[in-house]
């Protein structure tokens, strides 16, 4: 494929997957292309034409590049040993590195190289909402909220935000003493939520809106059962759920 097909191509999947326009800060460099983060404004993504000779290559004229952020140095030392890849031009420090854009690196593998520079660079926030749907186990104190009662009479309700948890999440619902055990596997549907109220027994900050998806009997996964099965020993927060647990809650 050609430099300018190329480039394009690369154009084109930043716009649509990020959002991201390319900005050329450079006069001198008018073929100079950055990635830029629209919170953070770090750069993910550095586009040059340079000549082959900085690369060590054959040739005369000029090519086209992609500057990424690999972050991983294993990583880094791994593509560096594939064709089309090179330290990084004028960017050494960081594990970043320069990807040949004249079709020796496939158009897909580019693209995947600009993903990982994208969450490499990315803010927290960024991260957050780019991550993969995630699986909770979250707990419920009946002395404060009759969780119970609340899913008899609707299948949504509104919840403490749990530092982490985004929409499209699952929660599963371990509801304490009396109870002790997993009631409610459940659907995060928005998150975010101001929270305009007082509560001296728990601190909140914002809420969530769950969706009930199921229920289990309160004798299948208890308290007892988490430790003796699972290795989990307290629920007090949000914590993800093990493999294990995962795949019974789910298959149950």
Not at 6 to 12: G, P, V, Y
Request: charged residues 30%.
């Amino acid at each position: 494929m050609k430099n300018a097909s190329l480039r394009a191509e690369l154009f084109r999947y930043a716009k649509e997957k990020y959002h991201t326009e390319p900005e050329y800060p450079w006069q001198r460099f008018p073929d100079y292309a950055v990635f830029r983060h629209a919170d953070n404004r770090k750069w993910y993504g550095l586009v040059m034409k340079i000549p082959r000779s900085k690369l060590g290559l054959r040739g005369e004229g000029q090519v086209d590049i992609l500057n990424v952020k690999l972050g991983d140095p294993l990583l880094t030392d791994l593509m560096l040993q594939q064709k089309g890849f090179f330290p990084g031009y004028h960017i050494s420090r960081g594990s970043w590195v320069s990807i040949l854009l004249d079709g020796t690196v496939e158009a897909a593998e580019v693209c995947r190289m600009l993903d990982i520079s994208f969450g490499v660079t990315a803010s927290k926030s960024a991260r957050q909402r780019e991550r993969a749907p995630k699986e909770w186990l979250i707990p419920a104190n009946p002395r404060y909220y009759d969780v119970v009662r609340a899913f008899e009479e609707t299948e949504e309700i509104s919840w403490k935000h749990g530092a982490g948890i985004k929409a499209g999440d699952t929660v599963f619902m371990y509801v304490a003493a009396p109870v002790s055990a997993v009631l409610f596997k459940c659907a995060v549907t928005e998150t975010d939520i101001p929270y305009r109220g007082r509560s001296r027994e728990v601190k909140i900050k914002s809420l969530m809106k769950i969706r009930l998806l199921k229920r289990y009997p309160p004798e299948r996964f208890t308290f007892e059962e988490l430790k003796r099965a699972y290795g989990i020993y307290a629920v007090r927060g949000p914590r993800g759920v093990p493999h294990k647990l995962s795949r019974d809650l789910n298959e149950e």
